[in-house]
């Protein structure tokens, strides 16, 4: 038998990488997907995880492993039922990845009901510094995020990275109005305007111009600043559900926002480049610009608000139907005894451990591991 049927032939490097097959855009797929995967993992466990309460730092983390929306729920869900949930929803772009999130979190976390009294009225981050690093690590994910979107290394792509990283500087103006209103510049002010730079920008990261970027930055380091620190302090209603990481301003107000002013500020030609043809994608203020096409901005602007009561409606109406569901299984809350202990309970293991040499809390709920629960008791003749 011949070496030519015994064995698959090689592939040479020319027969690898043919002439249609571009390596530069597949470098910079391989690195924008990279730097994507660097952003959830491990990027938004250990901000979620920093910045949560001691008791349930565990729990946070490993419940922001498996989707976006759990900051809403965190520090009361049925872990198993936080289980059964992620497996049902699934969501990747623009609007459909912040709006979704921001608006399911906040229905699941009707459905769930609130933590604790204490918690809410005292909830702690347990460790800053981590969570700083969590949102650092954040940032730089979100450059392979918006600059991925095209597909290719272009200019396009280099656009959405300079409009991402100018919109999230500017946002970081909401420590400032910490500071005026407050006045401290809090870390978690930073954080949470940081988050809604980064937000506000990724439907318009590659269609509009940097001047418009910083317009969007101001806009989302403030907005979303006063639905959260005045509106929803003073509102009955929004205090009626309990949302844990505050979602429903960092992602469902910061993401619609970044929807409308899209609508507003999307460039013709920057639109050619992303989508191939301008002659349907306009925003409102070029239409104002070249009179002949006002009628084509302010469509554009219609189908911004029709995309977000849709995907509101699409979303308020699933969730429901999935906790709905997933409740005649397994309970959606904890017992208000786990909801007490925190990770100890619902896992069996915590985030820090202070004491001795690692070893657990002597007043520990539950066994210094996992393992002793299934030892038998020794016994002596």
Not at 10 to 38: I, R
Not at 355 to 379: C, K, Q
Request: proline share 4%.
């Amino acid at each position: 038998m011949s070496n030519e049927t015994a064995f698959p032939p090689t592939l040479m490097p020319d027969e690898a990488s043919p002439d249609w097959f571009n390596k530069a855009d597949n470098a910079w797929q391989l690195t924008a997907a990279t730097l994507v995967g660097l952003q959830s993992i491990p990027g938004l466990m250990i901000l979620s995880g920093g910045g949560m309460k001691k008791k349930w730092a565990v729990n946070s983390a490993f419940m922001q492993l498996l989707i976006l929306i759990a900051g809403a729920v965190l520090g009361r869900m049925n872990f198993y039922a936080w289980m059964m949930f992620m497996g049902l929803i699934d969501y990747s772009g623009g609007y459909v990845i912040h709006l979704s999130s921001g608006v399911a979190g906040y229905t699941a976390a009707y459905w769930v009901g609130p933590r604790l009294t204490k918690d809410r009225e005292r909830f702690p981050p347990n460790n800053i510094l981590l969570m700083l690093f969590g949102a650092g690590l954040l940032w730089m994910g979100w450059t392979g995020f918006n600059g991925g979107d095209p597909y290719v290394a272009s200019s396009d792509a280099s656009l959405a990275v300079l409009n991402t990283h100018l919109c999230t500087a500017t946002s970081s103006h909401w420590v400032g109005l910490d500071i005026i209103f407050f006045p401290k510049a809090y870390v978690i002010g930073a954080a949470q305007g940081m988050i809604t730079g980064l937000v506000c920008i990724t439907p318009a990261a590659g269609v509009v111009d940097g001047w418009a970027a910083v317009i969007m930055g101001l806009c989302s380091g403030s907005i979303p600043w006063t639905t959260m620190m005045v509106i929803h302090k003073h509102s009955e209603i929004l205090q009626k559900v309990d949302d844990t990481m505050a979602g429903l301003h960092t992602h469902a107000i910061a993401g619609s926002l970044g929807g409308i002013l899209t609508g507003l500020f999307a460039k013709p030609n920057l639109n050619k480049l992303f989508f191939g043809d301008s002659a349907h994608y306009i925003g409102l203020f070029y239409g104002f610009d070249d009179k002949s096409r006002i009628g084509s901005g302010v469509r554009q602007m219609g189908v911004q608000f029709a995309g977000i009561m849709f995907v509101v409606f699409v979303n308020v109406l699933t969730t429901t139907i999935i906790c709905l569901s997933i409740q005649m299984v397994v309970p959606l809350r904890m017992s208000d005894e786990d909801v007490e202990i925190g990770d100890d309970a619902a896992h069996c293991e915590e985030a820090y451990a202070i004491w001795g040499s690692g070893d657990r809390h002597e007043n520990s709920f539950y066994p210094s591991s996992v393992n002793a629960a299934f030892e038998l008791p020794v016994t002596t003749n």
